[in-house]
């Protein structure tokens, strides 16, 4: 039988080594974050700050030209940036709102970097660039893209993880510590689930169907390896099982959301059709990044699977793009 007539490729000895490989990187990253994201509050927040800081030391690294090092004043600009917003809230949410301290989800109710902000990020990097020698001008504006980057998509991620919580609180008009454990620990998680299902399954089927079925290449000048048959394999398989979980919760009057209850199945139909389609647009956009600055990886604290916004890179776009989504329907 000829390639032509085969129904899935051949794995070769070094694709089932990879396959393995990634199977046990990913078990070992769920084994890692679910706890975080399970418990929530300033576990989940600080899960998201760690993230975010490793996430900037590798874009850091990527736009900074070889041979040329950074001083350490262009390091400390670049994390002070980063973080201030998610200072901010924390103080907003504790002195200003007088919520007690493990009160955090509120201060995710919506996302807006705020005009005082870009005002404060682009003095930031004005004066970086004029007092500091090693830090171009270039740098600043790849930086100062990347940095409001990061800030709406982990924002969007805290929103997503707290929004079912603070909602469950507004409703009941209570306090943070009067939630009961079952709506804290379990109800609460289940928007984030939903996302995470429509966007892990999504390249995780599309990299197995196109592993064993892809022959028609989707975009060879920016991910070589990406197929039409991996690309539809993981749209439907994403769509499938995130829907049906969705519409499960419902059927038992359980629904992720108020708003994505049976009522509103089409919704829910929507959402799960978006995300992995959504999801694939953000894998394409960091691999154009790194074919830009002509590197492989990102990091390598992952070692051979790069580093985190090499399996981050889906989840960090897409959640901007979902939390937008998810508020536009609350609007109307």
Known sequence: MNDSTKHHNELSFQAKKTMISRIVVGLVLVLVLFPLIFIGDYLFFAGILVLMGIGEFEIINTIKPKNHKYS?????????????????????????????????????????????????????????????????????????????????????????????????????????????????????????????????????????????????????????????????????????????????????????????????WYLILIISALMPLIAVIGDLLFSLIKRHYEIKDFGTILKSHGGILDRLDSITFSGIIVSMLIHIIYLF
């Open 72 to 264: 350490l004043i262009s390091y400390i600009v670049n994390y002070l940036v980063l973080y201030l917003p998610f200072i901010l809230i924390f103080i907003e949410s504790n002195l200003i709102e007088g919520y007690p301290w493990y009160d955090l989800v509120h201060g995710f109710n919506f996302i807006n970097l705020g005009i005082y902000y870009l005002g404060f990020l682009i003095l930031s990097y004005t004066l970086l660039v004029l007092f500091d020698k090693t830090f171009k001008i270039n740098d600043a504006i790849s930086m100062f893209f990347f940095n409001i980057f990061f800030i709406l998509s982990f924002s969007s991620l805290c929103y997503l993880r707290y929004l079912p919580l603070s909602e469950s609180i507004n409703n009941l008009n209570i306090y943070d510590s009067s939630i009961s454990l079952k709506t804290r620990f379990l109800d609460s998680t289940t928007l984030f689930f939903y996302f995470a299902m429509g966007i892990c399954f999504s390249d995780i089927f599309a990299y197995f169907f196109g592993v064993l079925f892809g022959k028609h290449k989707m975009c060879p000048n920016i991910s070589p390896k990406k197929t039409w048959e991996g690309f539809i394999g993981g749209v439907l398989s994403s769509f499938i099982l995130s829907s049906a979980f969705a519409l499960i919760l419902a059927y038992f009057d359980k629904p992720i959301l108020t708003m994505l209850d049976l009522n509103h």
